[in-house]
């Protein structure tokens, strides 16, 4: 079973990502502060080591910003492929199963066709047969228009099956 990506929440991820990495910048804004404080507060030897720590820190939180606004960028960038690659293979499968409709569609309409063609030619070959066992039977009215009858039934019902097959022709591509 196939889950699809859910872009809000990927989205609220990377914002919490962004979250974090604004926690970061207000500790970093902080630390300044601090280092700022104590430089102007505090004289000695150990003032020195105290601020290169803080600065070490700040460029470690720096460098975590910006991994985690990277990967917040990266989480929205990726959610957003898969979604459409999502949508995209969900289009073909709609595609896919449209044609194959318009396929079975085509398909039942022609055997239906060809169905009636062979009745109809059964129909002739019946009457056909009539007229061999008594030829006479021919130049009557009544059996004379049903000849003549099944004849054009036997064109449309031809046209109907070169129709249908062209049809079906088609939407098999």
């Not at 699809?4 to 962004?18: D, E, K």
């Not at 300044?32 to 470690?60: F, L, P």
Request: proline fraction near 1%; hydrophobic fraction near 35%; glycine fraction near 2%.
């Amino acid at each position: 079973m196939h889950v699809a990506i859910n872009v809000t929440a990927a989205n609220n991820q990377a914002g919490q990502l962004n979250s974090y990495a604004q926690q970061l910048r207000n500790a970093k804004t902080q630390l300044t502060s601090y280092k700022s404080s104590i430089q102007s507060n505090w004289t000695g030897q150990e003032v020195s080591y105290i601020t290169r720590s803080i600065d070490q820190t700040i460029a470690q939180i720096d460098a975590v910003i910006k991994d985690l606004g990277s990967l917040a960028t990266d989480v929205k960038s990726v959610a957003s492929t898969i979604k459409r690659e999502e949508d995209a293979a969900a289009a073909a499968a709609r595609a896919r199963a449209e044609r194959q409709r318009r396929i079975n569609e085509a398909q039942t309409a022609y055997n239906n066709a060809v169905d009636e063609y062979n009745d109809v030619i059964k129909e002739m070959e019946k009457l056909q047969e009539t007229f061999r066992k008594n030829p006479m039977l021919r130049f009557l009215p009544n059996y004379a228009k049903h000849f003549e009858d099944l004849q054009k039934n036997i064109e449309k019902a031809a046209q109907k099956c070169d129709n249908c097959k062209r049809a079906l022709s088609a939407a098999r591509g």
